[in-house]
């Protein structure tokens, strides 16, 4: 078992292979935190917590002076009583106030870990892989209980938490407040790592040491963001990519978020991570229940690389479904930023058959198929073919791709609704909107209300017809706008605060049917590129389009932020035209190459305008990838150079699990003349294997990572070099 209660101490042990995390009851009522650390096999107390009079801590009305819920470490803190740190949990009584007493109640310890009602989650695919403990603690006042989930993984260092309220009295409850984990650390000695950007320039990793008082980054936008990403890390001391304590907290959500952490008079911080409190609220009424999302916690204690490589194998095998799950993503072409709005059946064919030559296995239909769509002004929500652009409908041009010996995928944007539409037409309430205003666009565009049932429903008709009728093995699901004006139209004026949420839920709900029905499609979530890559999306959707930026120097910082928590498996990586659409850089195809080839791999330009040796190039790159492509379905991802540290230089290393076969890739991004020379030390090899370098030598894996491989000289401006490394 994973979790062990022990009584006489009342106490519990959660166990991950390297870690302990301990709770206490103290005095039979308060689970306090002792602290989450390196393995320990029985808690003597030789750290314990201390409690003193502390002036302006206020004390229970049962308790001595010397003993306040504002100066111990609490695993959940309830507003209102004498916990005066940022709280967990803030709820308004049916009198108005905010006022809560969470005490203990009773626990279970069971086998295996329950999936989330209608949340994403991580599952299992046995109960021998973790324990579950639910800690319930209760409200005597209002009869309010509060389930603490903890899940802990025996062969992860991972502890996944979530929280669900049941209104168990008789008074209408509101939730103003209720976040998924809190966290309360001993000393503040550590550095927040976040993931923060912009459309185009998503997750650069940002570092700052922690300081008194609150630090956070949020999403108000509707969505996860490309603004924030809902991750954070703190990484202890002088820890760094392969050395020292990192703790990890990522939020399986795709909605508003906050992550925090708010450093108290003592120096400690308390992270905190759940659904924006910021323009939420949530009925409770009494008998019923709120469930929150879920946060996967990891610890480490070898840096930030074996951080992320936790997070790589959890989410890839217990966070992504469905049956390319576990199966190589195919190479794609897409006709986006070879044709914009601009082409018709037989501009596609034409691209296809090119690409068919090329080796390529997938063509993906991008915006402009459907209703009157030669812009972005229009059409959104009409899900039928453009009669012009497909005289023939979908299923003509698809099977004339078919006949090329690719396989045929297709754009949509199931959440949106276009003012010029025959949707909109019919139905103008079915947007997100706030009945007394009028409506802000963006992209020229408003948001479907995916928390009414009928909304719904029509959409996961409307897309089923679509993939039932036509041979459409993979589907791009789009989302180009943030929400405004956030109210729907069927909920009661005091349940409008809960629209952002219940349209999350809605979206997944929508997700779970549509990908249920059609396992064997692959579908890649996409929000103006990496507006919504998060873990609640991945349990739908196995992979993202990282960014509509596809120029290969700007990838490189995009994805090695990415890679702190997602595995590339899950990343979308194109080779693009140059000059580059996005920043105007002209970056060489070998280069553009080995940087999409990090990723899932595809081409997003018009390969009809390519010379022969282009092509030539293309041809290769392409017999190239199906060859290693096996390396970003199951291999380990090690950051060879700091991205944090230097951003002239990038290295990544993927290695298979037997460690038998590894690749390298060097980027050198700015270059002067006459620099020094550069050598670089592998990670991840057997060190008692030998390995070969592109098919030449014999060296050790001792070798190789203590003392490196030496670089080229000279190294030139946004080159490119890989290294196959290959046991003998
Ligand atoms: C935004 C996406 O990120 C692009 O790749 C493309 O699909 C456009 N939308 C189409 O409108």
């Not at 074996?306 to 576990?326: F, K, P, Q, V």
Request: net charge negative; glycine share 8%; hydrophobic share 35%.
């Amino acid at each position: 078992m994973s979790i062990e209660y022990i009584d006489s101490q009342k106490l519990f042990h959660l166990k991950t292979p390297s870690s302990s995390y301990f709770i206490r009851l103290e005095k039979g009522k308060h689970p306090v935190h002792l602290g989450w650390h390196g393995a320990i096999k029985n808690w003597g107390g030789s750290n314990d917590i201390q409690c003193f009079d502390r002036a302006f801590s206020p004390n229970p009305r049962t308790e001595e002076r010397s003993f306040s819920l504002d100066n111990i470490p609490l695993e959940y803190s309830a507003w209102g009583r004498t916990d005066l740190r940022t709280p967990s949990l803030q709820v308004e009584g049916a009198d108005g106030s905010m006022s809560l007493d969470l005490e203990y109640r009773e626990h279970s310890i069971l086998p295996g870990k329950p999936l989330l009602d209608g949340l994403p989650s991580v599952y299992l695919e046995d109960d021998s892989e973790a324990d579950t403990l639910v800690l319930t603690l209760e409200d005597p006042l209002t009869g309010l209980l509060c389930d603490l989930s903890y899940t802990v993984f025996a062969e992860r260092d991972v502890i996944t938490r979530s929280v669900r309220l049941r209104n168990g009295g008789k008074e209408e409850l509101t939730v103003k407040r209720i976040m998924s984990l809190s966290l309360d650390l001993e000393d503040s000695d550590y550095t927040l790592v976040q993931l923060s950007g912009a459309h185009n320039r998503e997750r650069r990793i940002h570092r700052r040491p922690l300081a008194s008082g609150m630090q956070s980054v949020e999403s108000r936008r509707g969505t996860s963001s490309h603004q924030q990403n809902p991750f954070i890390a703190l990484m202890k001391g002088d820890a760094g990519e392969d050395q020292g304590i990192v703790y990890g907290f990522s939020l399986v959500y795709s909605g508003n978020f906050l992550a925090a952490v708010d450093v108290d008079q003592f120096d400690s911080p308390r992270v905190i991570m759940g659904i924006n409190p910021f323009d939420f609220a949530w009925r409770l009424e009494p008998g019923s229940e709120f469930q929150t999302p879920e946060a996967v916690m990891v610890r480490s204690g070898k840096g930030l690389g074996a951080m992320s490589r936790t997070y790589h194998d959890l989410y890839r095998s217990r966070l992504c479904r469905g049956a390319y799950r576990d199966r190589e993503r195919p190479v794609l072409i897409n006709n986006w930023e070879a044709t914009y709005f601009d082409f018709d059946s037989n501009t596609i064919l034409n691209l296809a058959d090119e690409a068919s030559r090329l080796g390529i296995e997938l063509f993906v239909l991008d915006d402009g198929w459907f209703g009157e769509r030669d812009n972005d002004l229009t059409s959104l929500g009409d899900w039928f073919p453009h009669k012009k652009k497909l005289p023939g409908g979908i299923r003509s041009l698809a099977e004339g791709i078919l006949e090329k010996g690719m396989s045929f995928g297709i754009w949509v944007e199931p959440e949106m609704i276009s003012e010029k539409s025959r949707l909109y037409e019919a139905h103008p309430d079915w947007c997100i909107r706030v009945k007394r205003r009028n409506l802000s666009t963006g992209r020229s565009q408003l948001v479907l209300d995916y928390s009414r049932r009928d909304v719904r429903d029509y959409i996961v008709g409307i897309l089923s017809d679509i993939l039932r009728d036509n041979p459409v093995s993979y589907v791009k699901w789009d989302m180009n706008r943030h929400l405004t004006e956030v109210g729907s139209a069927l909920l009661p004026a005091e349940r409008q605060r809960e629209t952002s949420h219940r349209f999350v839920l809605g979206v997944y709900d929508v997700l779970e049917r549509i990908t249920s029905a059609f396992p064997e499609v692959l579908f890649e979530s996409c929000s103006g590129g990496g507006g919504r890559f998060d873990p609640g999306m991945l349990y739908y959707m196995p992979q993202t389009w990282t960014s509509d930026n596809t120029d290969a120097i700007s990838r490189l910082s995009i994805q090695a932020g990415t890679s702190l928590v997602y595995p590339p498996l899950t990343m979308g990586a194109h080779v693009s035209a140059v000059p580059n659409h996005q920043t105007g850089r002209t970056v060489s195809l070998k280069t553009r190459g080995a940087v999409a080839m990090g990723a899932n791999f595809g081409y997003e330009l018009n390969l009809l305008n390519l010379s022969a040796d282009e092509k030539d190039q293309i041809k290769e790159q392409v017999a190239e990838y199906k060859k290693r492509r096996h390396l970003i379905l199951d291999g380990s991802h090690y950051r060879l150079i700091e991205p944090w540290k230097q951003t002239d230089r990038y290295a990544w290393m993927t290695v298979s699990p037997d460690r038998r076969e590894a690749l390298a890739v060097f980027v050198s991004v700015h270059t002067e003349s006459n620099h020094p020379y550069g050598s670089l030390k592998l990670k991840g090899l057997d060190r008692d294997m030998s390995y070969s370098i592109n098919g030449e030598g014999s060296y050790g894996g001792d070798e190789l990572m203590e003392s490196g491989i030496r670089l080229p000289y000279p190294l030139f401006e946004a080159d490119a070099h890989e290294f196959h490394i290959r046991a003998l």
